[in-house]
């Protein structure tokens, strides 16, 4: 199984979700912060320059094939518990949104947390919601797969 739990609240503007990840802290942590890694389950088009003050750039898939690009800077990479980013969307004018993701250790397994906000709308935080939900299936998953890697 590769998460034994999951839950999300909101607010009109924020967005928190957790997830129960059955890999240890470090694993997880390396699948967020290393690009290799990153790219296995995040993006298959990504740059990442993870440090304070780095840049990302990644491209969503999308159903007609072109790809939705968004981008952010790092502000925080604190091994193994924390990172804090930035987020937004190439090609449109929505805000910036701030993604805090939290790592905890529960033994082999890692309780995840991502908080990201503020959203513009409703309409917005939702959709992220959905995204959340796919990336940290994609991320369940790819640690699942790679359960003999350190």
Do not use: C
């Amino acid at each position: 199984m590769s998460s034994t739990s999951d839950s999300a609240s909101t607010s009109d503007v924020e967005l928190s979700v957790s997830r129960t990840l059955d890999a240890p802290r470090d694993r997880v942590f390396k699948a967020w912060t290393e690009p290799a890694r990153l790219e296995k389950w995040w993006s298959p088009v990504l740059e990442a320059d993870v440090r304070p003050g780095g840049q990302w750039r990644a491209q969503a898939a999308t159903p007609d094939g072109t790809g939705n690009w968004s981008h952010g800077e790092y502000r925080e990479v604190v091994p193994p518990e924390r990172i804090v980013y930035t987020f937004a969307w190439d090609a449109t004018d929505t805000a910036e949104t701030v993604i805090t993701v939290t790592l905890a250790d529960e033994g082999e397994q890692t309780a995840l947390t991502a908080h990201q906000g503020p959203f513009d709308s409703t309409a917005a935080r939702d959709s992220h919601a959905q995204g959340w939900n796919v990336a940290l299936d994609e991320l369940a998953g790819y640690l699942a797969q790679t359960s003999g890697e350190a």
